[in-house]
Nanobody, 120 residues
Framework: QVQLVESGGGSVQAGGSLRLSCLFS????????MGWYRQAPGKQRELVAD???????NYADSVKGRFTISRDNAKNTVYLQMNSLKPEDTAVYYC??????????????WGQGTQVTVSS
């Protein structure tokens, strides 16, 4: 069965950076689209960024220019580099694997989540 394990979360000051990693196992990583979601207290879960098997990417408007999603197929790993962090980025971040229905990313499997806290 597919398993996704996140790492790299933690607490940082506003303006700082973190890199999240997600290790995929139990399937063929290279044919899967991957996505990062986040959920802040009292808010809906939000798709932050996604990446196709071929490497094309999409970002939520709130993170464009600050976050970068990438993948390393040799390591079965997807990354989320987060720069210029803001307090409003505070959330639990979830890794997912999935597919596209046209332009829209849809998750199949989820990681357990990792907390990111940005202090002012």
């Amino acid at each position: 069965q597919v398993q996704l394990v996140e790492s790299g979360g933690g607490s940082v000051q506003a303006g700082g950076s973190l890199r999240l990693s997600c290790l995929f196992s139990g399937g063929i990583f290279s044919i899967n689209a991957m996505g990062w979601y986040r959920q802040a207290p009292g808010k809906q879960r939000e798709l932050v960024a996604d990446i196709r098997s071929g490497g094309s990417t999409n970002y939520a408007d709130s993170v464009k220019g600050r976050f970068t999603i990438s993948r390393d197929n040799a390591k079965n790993t997807v990354y989320l580099q987060m720069n210029s962090l803001k307090p409003e980025d505070t959330a639990v971040y979830y890794c997912s694997s999935g597919y596209y229905s046209g332009k829209y990313y849809s998750p199949r499997y989820w990681g357990q989540g990792t907390q990111v806290t940005v202090s002012s």
